[in-house]
């Protein structure tokens, strides 16, 4: 069965490094999704792509977090610098339609920043 | 702001039905409900959606009542490998009105 691939599966870094997680969804889903879950909350969507194209990031910290999905595969979020706060697990998911349907997440990176 | 109210957490004897409420009183009409649940360290994972009628897959079932404000998802024969955090969403299917919003679900204990 076809799966959303994240790497790494965890990151630990010191506060003020950059940080660079990877997504790959499954083949043929054009929209895209990142999310954080801090520790015992739901996930919360940061960022949605459809194809390359950005359709929602506004819950996106853009000061420090950046995403990119260059060819409208695969995905890579970016945080820099590195804060505290920003330890959390950073999920991945896609799905085959934009607007309805279901989201197959991955298994996740969990960031520890100290 | 998440549009739903689930318990914080419920136990489930394994071998019965586990049946999870969620409210949703400010539903509009083009709004679905979606549940999802989190088994531990594992990414959320699709379980079914409605709208109006009841559903039914290989996983489980869901009742949305006639006034489409509260649900419950049932899974008919709970078995330890059903303990999760389980989310119930609501979701339009348009434009800006499609994401999901998570809250903080119930964290469903299946007791052997």
């Known amino acids: 069965e076809a799966e959303v691939a994240q790497s790494p599966r965890y990151k630990i870094t010191e506060k003020s490094q950059a940080v660079a997680f990877w997504c790959d969804p499954i083949s043929g889903h054009a929209t895209l999704y990142w999310y954080r879950q801090i520790l015992g909350q739901g996930p919360e969507l940061l960022v949605q792509f459809q194809d390359e194209s950005v359709v929602d990031d506004s819950q996106l910290p853009k000061d420090r977090f950046s995403a990119e999905r260059l060819k409208g595969v695969d995905s890579t979020l970016k945080i820099q610098p590195a804060e505290l706060g920003d330890s959390a697990m950073y999920l991945c998911a896609s799905s085959l339609a934009l607007l309805a349907g279901e989201q197959f997440f991955g298994p996740g990176t969990r960031l520890t920043v100290l | 702001d998440a549009k739903t109210t689930q318990p914080t957490s419920m136990d489930c004897a394994e071998g019965r039905a586990a049946n999870l409420p969620c409210n949703h009183s400010t539903i509009s009409g083009n709004e679905y409900v979606y549940w999802y649940r989190q088994i531990h360290s594992q990414g959320p994972q699709y379980i079914i959606h409605?709208?109006?009628n009841n559903e039914t897959n290989e996983m489980a079932s869901l009742i949305i009542t006639e006034d489409r404000k509260s649900s419950t998802l049932i899974l008919p024969h709970a078995t330890l490998r059903d303990t999760a955090v389980y989310y119930c969403?609501?979701?339009?299917?348009?434009?800006?009105?499609?994401?999901?919003?998570f809250g903080t679900g119930t964290r469903l204990t299946v007791i052997p």
């Open positions: 409605g709208l109006k």
């Open positions: 969403i609501v979701r339009g299917h348009q434009t800006g009105a499609n994401n999901l919003f």
